[in-house]
């Protein structure tokens, strides 16, 4: 140990090390690989902060439509981007290959992000729908909804939180899933809600991307092998019976359709279904005959009513539990 | 610091717009740093209300995690530029196109090796179902060649597709036309 380099009443700089010449060497912020994330906490993560999305946005509920009907319109529409999300993000890290692990997590974060405005529109327009948390929890609106609502309170189509199945599975259930909401959001973005128009503009957008990669997919796997044509038939089969539920039309639907701010599901079922026998066709396949999968109870209900089946208990179960164990959680 | 201590002087002066438009115009997309906001087309406005900054800015897609620290960052630089209490507005409509990306940007683009995105799609009623490969008149980043193969509309960021030159081999991004 030499003591020319510390000198007395001095402390030792921490700084210092030694080269192989045993000269000492003053460590710049290169020398540090982490340097460039200490200086800079902005640098640690994306969009972990909690912050409006529609800040600076007018949210203000347009005249001739009842607050709760525009409300609970938004959390339906919110609510299958969530769960749908939800659903293709587990996808991530087990897709055939890495091109296809990043389509599907690209197609799952757009959904995110269409269901993050669109649950913040629901709380804006109806501040009655959000759960109550502790006092001073920072749990921002479009999350309480998304996080801390039992599966009764979701209002998503049953198609949205179907169990995953094999890559024919996923591919097809994105085509049956962007094909109908494609045909909504291109009307839905004349709404006289300016909010619910803008969403709808941008989500139209990013789901033709998304309809031309399964269609493209479903064209593949039907012309592929056997097996590949086998698997995607099989999915279809499983899916078709979820089909006729996404043109019914709910009372909270036809109230926003009267009012120009929503539209009606029904209205969408022949263009839907043109766009998919187009996509049969040229692949050589026909529409599986199969009818739609019952509700619940007398009334029927369904997904727009509250009515689920069990995947969408345990999907939730899984997505909410860390939230819900810090209601007051800073992220 | 210095930056802080010099705006004593009214802030609905022509020179601290200058100032604010300056120092918003310096900051940079968090996943693309060759850009800045405003090459990206994400940056709509800048200005003072009430002696207050405000800022607009337009996300690329609905799902973009950049969004938030592009407001950090803004409301950063803004502060050193001597504005402690700058306002980010989000404004969605219209919504966000490829084709707002600056001249600058998209060279600046193509000199970081990532292929700047051509004009975006204009339709007239419903979205045409399109299930062939996206035709684009994309050339290599790196040796010019247009004997390139889509590997995937989907990208690193949600606002790329991957490519590769069939010539030299280089895979590169492409900004998709939006």
């Not at chain 1, 749908?84 to 389509?103: K, N, Y």
């Not at chain 1, 259930?173 to 128009?197: G, H, M, N, P, Q």
């Not at chain 2, 969004?67 to 989000?90: C, I, K, N, S």
Request: charged share 25%; hydrophobic share 40%.
């Amino acid at each position: 140990m030499t003591t020319e380099h510390t000198p007395a009443g001095s402390e030792p700089t921490v700084n210092v090390a030694h080269d192989e010449a045993g000269t000492n060497v003053e460590h710049d912020t290169h020398d540090n690989a982490y340097s460039g994330l200490l200086v800079n906490d902005a640098n640690w993560a994306f969009g972990t902060d909690f912050e409006d999305p529609l800040a600076g946005v007018d949210t203000t509920v347009p005249e001739g439509i009842d607050a709760a009907d525009l409300g609970v319109y938004c959390l339906m529409l919110g609510d299958d981007a969530l769960v749908f999300s939800q659903r293709i993000t587990e996808w991530c890290a087990g897709a055939p290959d890495l091109e296809e692990d990043i389509a599907l997590a690209n197609i799952a974060l757009d959904l995110l992000g269409q269901a993050r405005l669109l649950l913040a529109r629901a709380a804006a327009a109806d501040p009655n729908l959000v759960p109550e948390l502790p006092e001073g929890s920072p749990v921002p609106d479009e999350d309480r909804l998304a996080y801390f609502r039992n599966d009764l309170a979701f209002r998503n189509v049953r198609l949205a939180e179907v169990p995953n199945g094999d890559f024919a599975e996923a591919v097809a259930k994105i085509l049956i899933y962007s094909t109908w909401r494609l045909s909504i959001f291109e009307r839905l973005a004349d709404s006289r809600d300016t909010v619910l128009a803008a969403i709808a503009a941008k989500g139209v957008k990013e789901m033709s991307y998304h309809r031309d990669f399964a269609g493209r997919w479903v064209l593949t796997l039907a012309r592929g092998t056997e097996e590949s044509r086998a698997r995607l038939l099989n999915a279809l089969d499983g899916l078709w019976p979820l089909w006729t539920e996404l043109f019914e039309t709910h009372p909270a639907e036809a109230a926003v359709a009267a009012a120009g701010i929503g539209v009606d599901p029904a209205e969408v079922a022949d263009e839907a279904g043109v766009i998919i026998d187009q996509v049969f066709a040229a692949a050589g396949i026909d529409r599986p005959e199969k009818g739609g999968l019952a509700g619940v109870g007398v009334h029927g209900r369904k997904g727009r009513d509250g009515l689920h089946t069990e995947a969408l208990s345990r999907m939730l179960a899984d997505m909410q539990v860390v939230a819900r164990e810090h209601p007051e959680g800073r992220w | 610091m210095t930056a802080v201590l010099d705006t004593q002087q009214p802030a609905t002066s022509t020179e601290a717009i200058d100032r604010a438009r300056a120092a918003a115009g310096r900051v940079t997309d968090p996943e693309m740093p060759m850009l800045t906001l405003v090459d990206l087309g994400v940056l709509r406005d800048v200005s003072i209300e009430d002696g207050r900054v405000i800022t607009t800015i337009t996300p690329t897609y609905s799902g973009c995690p950049a969004m938030a620290t592009m407001r950090d960052d803004l409301q950063r630089e803004l502060l050193h530029a001597g504005f402690p209490d700058a306002e980010v507005r989000v404004s969605l409509t219209p919504a966000w196109t490829s084709d707002w990306i600056t001249e600058a940007g998209r060279k600046a683009l193509k000199d970081a090796g990532i292929s700047p995105p051509g004009q975006a799609p204009r339709r007239e009623g419903p979205v045409a179902l399109t299930l062939m490969p996206t035709r684009r008149a994309v050339t290599c980043v790196l040796c010019g060649s247009d004997n390139v193969h889509l590997s995937s509309e989907f990208g690193p960021t949600t606002c790329k597709a991957m490519y590769q030159c069939l010539d030299c081999l280089e895979p590169f991004d492409h900004v998709k036309e939006i």
